[in-house]
């Protein structure tokens, strides 16, 4: 079974960067996606970033169109590691981040519904 935890959320503080990870298990990844969302209470699940590899030097990334800048993405094979760095946290971002995976196939990397598993998300509220 996939496993996804996250890990590097916390309190920050407006104009600081942040980096995340994501440790995958339960299953070999030689040709997957990942993708990270965050959400605010009472708010839609927003994308910020995916990763697809299908080899090792077969790898494409995705960022969300009005957050283009802001977040890098990139993965370490050998842990089965994602990670998101967030260049400069702003008040109103979003603060519950999940990482999620999916297999290659078909497109919609953008998409929350076309992920299959999920982590349980980390916390990284903004304070001004």
């Known amino acids: 079974q996939v496993q996804l935890v996250e890990s590097g959320g916390g309190l920050v503080r407006a104009g600081d960067s942040l980096r995340l990870s994501c440790a995958a298990s339960g299953r070999t990844f030689s040709s997957w996606a990942m993708g990270w969302f965050r959400q605010a209470p009472g708010k839609e699940r927003e994308f910020l970033a995916a990763?697809?590899?299908?080899?090792?030097?077969?790898?494409?990334?995705y960022y969300s169109d009005s957050l283009k800048g802001r977040f890098t993405i990139s993965r370490e094979t050998a842990k089965n590691t994602v990670f998101l760095q967030m260049h400069t946290q702003e008040p109103e971002d979003r603060p519950t981040y999940s990482c999620?995976?999916?297999?290659?196939?078909?497109?919609?990397?953008?998409?929350?519904?076309?992920?299959?598993?999920w982590g349980q998300g980390t916390q990284s509220p903004v304070s001004s």
């Open positions: 999620a995976a999916r297999e290659t196939s078909g497109s919609g990397y953008s998409v929350a519904m076309t992920y299959a598993y």
């Open positions: 990763i697809r590899w299908e080899s090792v030097s077969s790898v494409s990334t």
